[in-house]
């Protein structure tokens, strides 16, 4: 989330709750190009990858943003069995969504791709 190391400080002095929670969306939102992490479409919302139903939490990690489909029709079922049955299904979407899972960030996402397929 932080670009710079004195970005976290700045944070603290300029940023309301309401604000931080904004620019933490926002910075989700940014990571993904505002794109469903499942289908590509225009992205409404955000979506826990693990439900908060089973354990999931709200998190960077654990939040990708999704489309208003792909967000009601995984509802609470575990994303890669989900994910799997859909038309729109791609390995390299899988492990996107994973690595993000791992690692926070999509910096360096197309390296990752690269490599794995290989």
Same mark, same amino acid.
């Given at each position: 989330?932080?670009?710079?190391?004195?970005?976290?400080?700045?944070?603290?002095?300029?940023?309301?709750?309401?604000?931080?929670?904004?620019?933490?969306?926002?910075?989700?939102?940014? /990571?993904? /190009?505002?794109?469903?992490?499942?289908?590509? /479409?225009?992205?409404?919302?955000?979506?826990?990858?693990?439900?908060?139903?089973?354990?999931?939490?709200?998190?960077?990690? $654990?939040?990708?943003?999704?489309?208003?489909?792909? $967000?009601? $029709?995984?509802?609470?079922? %575990?994303?890669?069995?989900?994910?799997?049955?859909?038309?729109?299904?791609?390995?390299? %979407?899988?492990?996107?969504?994973?690595?993000?899972?791992?690692?926070?960030?999509?910096?360096?996402? /197309?390296?990752?791709?690269? $490599?794995?397929?290989?």
């Amino acid at each position: 989330m932080f670009r710079t190391e004195h970005e976290p400080l700045a944070l603290l002095v300029e940023l309301t709750p309401r604000l931080a929670k904004k620019r933490f969306r926002e910075e989700i939102y940014k /990571d993904w /190009d505002y794109k469903c992490a499942y289908c590509g /479409d225009d992205a409404s919302s955000l979506e826990h990858i693990i439900p908060k139903y089973r354990s999931g939490c709200s998190s960077r990690h $654990n939040l990708v943003p999704a489309c208003t489909k792909c $967000n009601s $029709n995984k509802a609470s079922e %575990k994303m890669e069995t989900w994910f799997e049955k859909q038309p729109f299904f791609s390995k390299e %979407k899988l492990k996107s969504i994973l690595y993000w899972m791992e690692s926070n960030t999509l910096e360096f996402i /197309d390296t990752y791709i690269n $490599n794995a397929i290989a």
